[in-house]
């Protein structure tokens, strides 16, 4: 079937703009999370949902980063008066339950200048 | 706090050779570690899954090993082909934070033919 597809591939937005992200993940895959990877280094761990609920947003750097899950499946990260440290590839990923492997999407780059 | 380490951050090898990558984590209680590989401008693929009771597992032309108790996995790759050029990830998913996975820095990978 059809991996975890990440909407638009390419963000390029000005200093203070609001921008949305849009994940949909696997189909049947109750986990997905939200990663944030700057160049040359490992993801960073943003949100969990699992369902329609956020279990774990601890990662979420400050208040201007939103995400829902509202019909446990397509998730959008939303993001309010974008800073140029807001850029990065924004990656996200499904999981089915349990102790299973993580899927992730392309991730979408995000420009802000 | 969980820290992931890998080592090399670089390795270019020529064609044919036999390799090994390694990651280290600070934090033995752990649920899983995943190995992924990434393309430039690409997500994360999953190559394998190692749960925290398991030694090894194997896929094809890689095997990746786990000691818990040192805070220790390896990625071996045998008779490493050009495509095989990427940068691997290796991240834990611990067993006290929470569901999310953490990631280390990666190592790039040149296979030259």
């Known amino acids: 079937g059809a991996g975890v597809s990440q909407t638009p591939s390419n963000k390029v937005t000005e200093k203070g703009k609001y921008v949305e992200l849009r994940c949909d993940p696997i189909s049947g895959h109750t986990a997905l999370y939200w990663y944030r990877q700057s160049l040359g280094q490992g993801p960073e761990f943003l949100i969990y949902?699992?369902?329609?609920?956020?279990?774990?947003d601890s990662g979420l750097p400050n208040d201007r980063f939103f995400a829902v899950r509202p019909e446990g499946s397509v998730s959008t990260l939303k993001i309010q008066r974008t800073e140029r440290g807001d850029s990065a590839v924004y990656l996200c990923a499904s999981s089915s339950e349990g102790n299973s492997p993580l899927h992730f999407g392309n991730g979408t780059r995000l420009t802000v200048t | 706090k969980q820290e992931v380490t890998q080592i090399p951050a670089a390795l270019s090898v020529p064609e044919g050779e036999n390799l090994v990558l390694n990651c280290s984590f600070t934090d033995s209680a752990i649920y899983n570690l995943q190995w992924f590989r990434q393309d430039p401008g690409k997500g994360l693929t999953s190559l394998l899954l190692i749960q925290s009771s398991q030694r090894e597992q194997t896929s094809g032309r890689l095997n990746a090993s786990l000691d818990k108790s040192s805070g220790r996995s390896t990625l071996y790759i045998a008779a490493s082909q050009p495509g095989d050029s990427a940068t691997y990830l290796c991240?834990?998913?611990?067993?006290?934070?929470?569901?999310?996975?953490?990631f280390g820095p990666g190592t790039r990978l040149s296979v030259l033919p």
């Open positions: 991240a834990v998913r611990p067993a006290d934070y929470g569901q999310n996975f953490v």
């Open positions: 949902f699992q369902g329609t609920g956020a279990a774990d």
